[in-house]
Structure formats: C-alpha cells, structure tokens
C-alpha cells in the first residue's frame, strides 16, 4: 500500500468554471475542485480533519475512534490517515452481514470496526455513552465525532472559502452545499460575507434533519445572509438515486470530465439544475467535496447500469494500486 506524506494533499485547489448542457438550456457554473485534493481522503473531510489534534507532533493517543455506517466517506478518509500518522482506527457500527467494499478497503489499512446495536449508535451520537465503554481496553483513545467536525474544523473549511474568495475577487459569493450532519454548511455560513447566497441541499431525507440543518444555519449565518434547502424533488434519499439523477451526471461527465459523487454533490447540482436556481447576479460555486467512491457501490447494487458502471470505472482507475 502506498506511503504518502502531507505533501500528497493538494492544497489550494482549482475553481473551475464548466459550461453543460440540461434539457437544451446551457449552464455555467463554477466547481470547488476539493475532489483533487486526495483520490481516497474526500475534499471536506481533509479540510474538517487537518487540523486535527492528531496531526501534532505532540498527540499522545494511539488509538482513533470514531462510528459510521459500511459506506462511510468519514470512516473511508480516517482508516487511510490513520494508517498515514501509524495509529490504530476503531469504528463503531450497526452494520450487519457481510462487509461492504469500503469496510473491506478500511480493514486492509488496519481499521477495526466494532459492531454494535442501533441504540448505543444513537446513544454515542447523543452523548449518552462513551467511547471507552464500548471499546473494552484501557488504551488511551482519540474520539472524533461521527462527520469528523470539531472546533479544529474552523479552520480547514475557512481555508476552502478563502480560496473560492480568491479564484472571484470583488464577485458576490453565490456557493451550493451538500449536508450530511450539517457540520461544513453550518461552518461556510459561519465564515460568509454579508448578502452572500447560500443553497444547501439536505441529503437525510426526514423533517427532522431539515429542521436540524435550518437551526444550525440560523445561529451561525450572519443575518444579511439567505440561505435556502433545496427541494427533494425525486430523490429518496441517502443510498439511493433515481435513473434520471444517474443519466444527468453521466451526461455531465461526458460534457466536463469531472466525476460528482451520486448522493452528496451529483445531487445538489441536479436539484440546481432542475429547478433553474444556477442563473443569477452572481457566478455561483458548487463546492465538490469528494466521495465518489459511492459509485463503485451502486455498481454492485445496480450490476446492469452500464452508465453506473462506466462511472465506478472512472474512480477505480484513481484508485489503482491502492488496495492490490
């Protein structure tokens, strides 16, 4: 497997400006290319964890842990710093049966996932439960919580805002997000000028999660700030993606060569896209943050979609030499 150091970590990364083409209307769009940064360490997950307290000469831990499910981009980004920095990654998870394609990948870094019930994932998540009373061993741990936010994370994602600031000197900042936990979106709202546009498409399909996002924003945006969800549209949520979301980022890659990933970023530009929300004052910025790995497990749940196929195949390529 191959050693890396931090200098295989592309920073700044390019503002791209693509011109595409969706039901016969032409788009322009920027792209925040953070998907350069590293093939296997997503651009939002470098830039919530690099200035992590792991990353110190003088961290003490031996042992990271942290808790996520089999397809986890967060888990995904960790096993590979973990093995990068030489310590040992714990992943608590309620995923049963056989390991999926990621775990796999993860375990051959030398993660250890430790399976365990819904309810003390939830209790973890709320809190109610420590790391340590799942773990069963004494050794001194490193918790990082699930979407790997923490106040180390300011920094790394204000870095990612300063450099679209810079690729659109004197421009009005239109920026579109994708949300996982929340963490990033509330963070760039956190760190945006005034009269700044803000669209963030929520990726958890439940009320709840949209109130949770919509709360979040609120105390961190400063108020000349607008902010919108973008509407679900026929999206079912997480894991899942509807034949015209897949022929709409196949065509996309065609006409740019530029790999979104199918239910974070690929998402929040067809919703853009099909709600005609890209035109505006302003050049908007889709930040690309990475995870493109999924597609390589929707090509095993759709085994006869030759476009899913032909995606997956575009990521293993990047791939290529990592996990032989």
Sequence with gaps: MNAVTVDHFSQPTPTQKVIFEYERQKYEIYIKRDDLIHPVVSGNKWRKLRYHPCFSDDFKAK???TMGGGYSNLVFALA???QWKGLKLKVFTSHRGE??????WCVKMGTEFIVVS??????LRE????PTELVGDSEELEWIPEGGGGNWSVRGVSEMVEEVRAALPGRPLRLAVAAGTGITSSIIASLLPAHAELFIFPSVRSRRFDDFVKREI????????DFQLLPYGVDKGMGNIEPEVVKFLYKFYIQTGILLDPFYNGKVLFALAKNQLIDGDAPLVLIHSGGAQTWIGLSKKYPDNSQIHNLAAVYSKKLHGFFN
């Design 63 to 65: 042992c990271l842990v």
């Design 80 to 82: 590979y710093l973990a």
């Design 99 to 104: 390991d999926t394609y990621l775990m796999d």
């Design 118 to 123: 819904r309810t003390a994932m939830r209790e």
């Design 127 to 130: 809190g109610k439960i420590s």
């Design 218 to 225: 609120e105390s961190k945006k400063k108020k000349e700030i």
